[in-house]
T-cell receptor, first 112, second 116 residues
């Protein structure tokens, strides 16, 4: 069983819809990351969070440490949001190794 | 451009050949990471450096793989006697570990390796 599970694996929605991508993890973590990957490979960090909620523009990320669950929301989705969204975790313990463990990603397509 | 850069962006090689990739991190970043991503999968951690010291290696990093960061700046990843299973995107990332907890990682564009 993968330590980081994402759902759904694929999501197609219409422009303007509210999007939710979920991430569950089974290990202790020091932080959780949401990343965006466009075709061609480039990865951009969207959020890094260890508690609560963060908002940046139309993107919102939440985490529930007790339930080991995080969600990424996109409001008023737009075709340019089409990408693969990846959840990744930094191991617990802090200050030590922090090579990320990644989920498989959610392939999002927003149709105009 | 002051982001993470990787060279080459694409590499096609024949099975059994050696290849070397280079990563230049953001200049003040002391941590550098290598990841591998195969088609349709999330990236997998290979190794990371703090300055010039290689602090962790994944069991995915077989004896054919070696990474260096000799002066604590750029890093190289060499694969010897390449196999078709090595075909993947090799990603580099860097971060500034300042002792205050969680460190955001900045990714390079990746090197796509195809072994024929």
């Amino acid at each position: 069983k993968n330590e980081v599970e994402q759902s759904p694996q694929n999501l197609t929605a219409q422009e303007g819809e509210f999007i939710t991508i979920n991430c569950s993890y089974s290990v202790g973590i020091s932080a959780l990351h949401w990343l965006q990957q466009h075709p061609g490979g480039g990865i951009v960090s969207l959020f890094m969070l260890s508690s609560g909620k963060k908002k940046h523009g139309r993107l919102i990320a939440t985490i529930n440490i007790q339930e080991k669950h995080s969600s990424l929301h996109i409001t008023a989705s737009h075709p340019r949001d089409s990408a693969v969204y990846i959840c990744a975790v930094s191991p617990g313990g802090g200050g030590g190794a922090d090579g990320l463990t990644f989920g498989k990603g959610t392939h999002l397509i927003i149709q105009p | 451009d002051t982001g993470v850069s990787q060279d080459p962006r694409h590499k096609i090689t024949k099975r059994g050949q050696n290849v070397t990739f280079r990563c230049d991190p953001i200049s003040e970043h002391n941590r550098l990471y290598w990841y591998r991503q195969t088609l349709g999968q999330g990236p997998e951690f290979l190794t990371y450096f703090q300055n010039e010291a290689q602090l962790e290696k994944s069991r995915l990093l077989s004896d054919r793989f070696s990474a260096e960061r000799p002066k604590g700046s750029f890093s190289t990843l060499e694969i010897q006697r390449t196999e078709q299973g090595d075909s993947a995107m090799y990603l580099c990332a860097s971060s500034l570990a300042n002792g205050k907890g969680h460190y955001e990682q900045y990714f390079g564009p990746g090197t796509r390796l195809t072994v024929t």
